[in-house]
């Protein structure tokens, strides 16, 4: 599929291509970086673009979060800048459609593991051990439970739907392999 990358407000891209906005700038593979190519390297550029409540960067993606529908991959929704971007969206929506983001469920195994780990360095539970384990599987499975329903909560609160995966690499193509089709 043909698609341009956008970077600036400079750029406007014919409306049969894919745009892909780089809201915090884009390095070509090749060619030189323009002077309308502002990149976000660091915190205090990070937060002169938050603070600037009609920038480019915060326009584009307000009107992407209200109009379309937008997948995460590979971000928690933990920023404050997109969650504050999410909520003006979500209030300016017409629609009830949800965007949907990716995270991994949480490894019960290195739970177990953390948790006996945990255990073993604090001398003053040793004692609880024996009654502790018989019950740890029936703990971590509630607190991942719970860990899930309140991060679902939380970004179904930003107007965006949870979906769990197990392995980054080949769970995410499958999906958008399905998506494409």
Same mark, same amino acid.
């Given at each position: 599929?043909?698609?341009?990358?956008?970077?600036?407000?400079?750029?406007?891209?014919?409306?049969?291509?894919?745009?892909?906005?780089?809201?915090?700038?884009?390095?070509?593979?090749?060619?030189?970086?323009?002077?309308?190519?502002?990149?976000?390297?660091?915190?205090?550029?990070?937060?002169?673009?938050?603070?600037?409540?009609?920038?480019?960067?915060?326009?584009?993606?307000?009107?992407?979060?209200?109009?379309?529908?937008?997948?995460?991959?590979?971000?928690?929704?933990?920023?404050? @800048? /997109?969650?504050?971007?999410? $909520?003006? !969206?979500?209030?300016?929506?017409?629609?009830? +459609?949800?965007?949907?983001?990716? &995270?991994?469920?949480?490894?019960?195994?290195?739970?177990?593991?953390?948790?006996?780990?945990?255990?073993?360095?604090?001398?003053?539970?040793?004692?609880?051990?024996? @009654? /502790?384990?018989?019950?740890? $599987?029936? !703990?971590?499975?509630?607190?991942?439970?719970? +860990?899930?329903?309140?991060?679902? &909560?939380?970004?179904?609160?930003?107007?965006?739907?949870?979906?769990?995966?197990?392995?980054?690499?080949?769970?995410?193509?499958?999906?958008?392999?399905?998506?494409?089709?």
């Amino acid at each position: 599929m043909p698609f341009e990358s956008v970077f600036g407000q400079a750029i406007n891209p014919d409306n049969n291509i894919l745009k892909i906005h780089h809201v915090h700038g884009f390095l070509p593979r090749n060619g030189n970086i323009g002077s309308e190519n502002k990149i976000t390297l660091g915190e205090f550029v990070y937060h002169e673009q938050y603070s600037n409540t009609y920038s480019w960067n915060n326009i584009v993606q307000v009107n992407k979060f209200r109009d379309k529908t937008c997948l995460f991959i590979g971000t928690s929704l933990s920023d404050p @800048n /997109i969650r504050r971007l999410l $909520d003006i !969206a979500k209030t300016q929506k017409k629609s009830t +459609k949800y965007h949907y983001i990716f &995270k991994k469920k949480t490894n019960k195994i290195w739970l177990k593991n953390s948790i006996n780990k945990l255990i073993e360095e604090n001398p003053e539970i040793e004692n609880d051990k024996i @009654n /502790i384990n018989l019950k740890i $599987d029936e !703990a971590i499975d509630f607190l991942i439970e719970l +860990k899930n329903r309140f991060e679902e &909560k939380d970004s179904e609160s930003l107007g965006v739907k949870t979906v769990w995966i197990e392995d980054y690499d080949k769970d995410i193509s499958e999906i958008l392999k399905k998506i494409r089709l």
